[in-house]
């Protein structure tokens, strides 16, 4: 069992947004920054959000984050058939001491 | 650019030792800051994070495979090395090595090299 928790899929139309989830605790979502990442089948993860909300460059602004307690949230606009993917959110556990996982989001272009 | 790229066997027994290399460019481990990662991802299983070597060699493990990893860095070669003991066919996965920027993440990925564990 991952300790991020993340819905096991999402899905909308093109041009439709939507958000995926991303559940943790005080140790890591709730005292230190989440990130996200987008990962293709048999390709390696890219990163698309670090420090909570912050686009590294080349991430179109379609993609956008938030975060709000133990809780964070990925969102996508304008969903595109090229967004379809696995969605990974992680932070950094202090009580762990080491990087903690969700358990991933297959994201569906209907 | 920044690069890395895993290298090892793909194929490996039950009980033996995992010796994996990450070999990066472009950045150097003697920087302050600087880290590398190791992560893997069982076939339609999620992420997990395995190890971390800082560039004042200060070390983390995932505390449930703790007594089964070493992580090790040869600044010369810039190379960072893991190794797994007792390997087992749950260990079966993709694995990858990270650059770690501190508060920006896990940012460069490798391409990841896949592991089989069976006899």
């Known amino acids: 069992q991952s300790v991020l928790t993340q819905p096991p899929s999402a899905s909308g139309a093109p041009g439709q947004g939507v958000t995926i989830s991303c559940s943790g605790s005080n140790s890591n979502i709730g005292r230190n920054y989440v990130y996200w990442y987008q990962k293709f089948p048999g390709t390696a993860p890219k990163l698309l959000i670090y420090?909570?909300?912050q686009r590294p460059s080349g991430v179109p602004d379609r993609f956008s984050a938030s975060k709000s307690g133990t809780s964070a949230s990925l969102a996508i606009s304008g969903l595109r058939s090229e967004d379809e993917a696995d969605y990974h959110c992680a932070a950094w556990d202090d009580s762990l001491s080491g990087w903690v996982f969700g358990g991933g989001t297959k994201l569906t272009v209907l | 650019q920044i690069t890395l790229k895993e290298s090892g066997p793909t194929l490996v027994k039950p009980t033996q030792t995992l010796t994996l290399t990450c070999t990066f460019s472009g950045f150097s481990l003697n920087t302050f800051g600087k880290g590398v990662a190791w992560i893997r991802q069982p076939p339609g299983e999620a992420l997990e994070w395995l190890a971390l070597i800082y560039w004042d060699d200060n070390k983390r493990y995932s505390p449930s495979l703790k007594n089964r990893l070493t992580i090790s860095k040869d600044i010369s070669k810039n190379q960072v090395v893991l190794t797994m003991t007792n390997m087992d066919p749950v260990d079966t996965a993709t694995y990858y090595c990270?650059?770690?920027?501190?508060?920006?993440?896990?940012?460069?990925w490798g391409q990841g090299t896949t592991v089989t564990v069976s006899s």
């Open positions: 990270a650059r770690e920027e501190g508060l920006d993440g896990m940012d460069v």
């Open positions: 420090r909570n909300n």
